[in-house]
């Protein structure tokens, strides 16, 4: 063996040292969670339940970080840029996987960041404004294709989830519907209850308060099974467009190349976390519902989501502004 392979050899063998006592050290300092998104939003509460158990049980401080902006990117291309120590964070929403077909990003969504686990499930609803002459999404559709191009339905904003919904059902459809982008889904929802738009793909906790007070009128869940927060409400699909599946979902990820064991820590303790009876109340309270996997399944999971709207974006000619 030459000097020079001697010395590769002798860094290689000290870095493995360092990284496995590194990991089984872990978690020795504070840890930031950084959301992309606005505090009091969904992912927020979300990571902040997280960040407080977490706290609890390892008895270090979490820091969970809003970083919002262009589209959840600025918060994201932090973590993605972050040291991979387990020390810095994404907790992050389905429009990581809606992205990559929307922006030119300063990342790559699968390549630089090593999955933790899958947290939640969240069903969007489609919710209608009363003076639409429907009581289904069979006759929803009836309406839409005697009247093309009449109807519209708001969203949080172009190339956000809800927006992506929409195109989706007018493709499974086959119909004309007019999308409305607004600021955020405050905005939309009270955009339709003014009658401004006729329709909207609204997450839960935005939407059914308004249907039980009378101001809108829900038509179905977006998910692929009838959810465990409204298990009476039917699904699109088999209210009549057969096939349709939007969920919103929420997922941790760490920056790539953290070591397997740190991520294996995290995923463990999420994951018990996860089954906390409170944290699945609080969870609830929000129209969400937990939904932990592996790092290999939830990394499977995001390439899946990315091939999906990826098609619906190029079939639909959706653009951002």
Known sequence: MTQKTCIVTAVLAAFWLATGAAAQSYPSKAITIIVPFPAGASPDLVARAIGQKLNEAWRQSVVIENKPGAGAIIGTETVAKSAPDGYTLLLHSASHAIAPSMYKLP???????????????????????????????????????????????????????????????????????????????????????????????????????????????VLGVTTAKRSKVLPDLPTISESGLSGYEVTQWYAMQAPAGTPKEVLATLNGEVRKILSMPDIVERLSAQGAEPAPTTPEVLEAYIKTEIAKWAKVVKASGVRVD
């Open 107 to 217: 990342y790559d969504t699968v390549r630089d960041f090593a999955p933790i686990t899958r947290v939640a499930f969240v069903p969007n609803v489609l919710v209608i404004h009363p003076t639409v002459p429907v009581k289904s999404v069979k006759e929803l559709i009836m309406l839409a294709r005697s009247k093309p191009g009449t109807l519209n339905y708001s969203s949080s904003g172009n190339g956000s989830p809800a927006h992506l919904a929409g195109e989706l059902f007018k493709l499974l459809a086959g119909i004309d519907i007019l999308h409305i982008p607004y600021r955020g889904s405050p905005q939309a929802i009270t955009a339709l209850l003014s009658g401004e738009t006729a329709m909207m793909f609204s997450p839960v906790p935005i939407a059914m308060p308004h249907v039980k007070s009378g101001k809108l009128r």
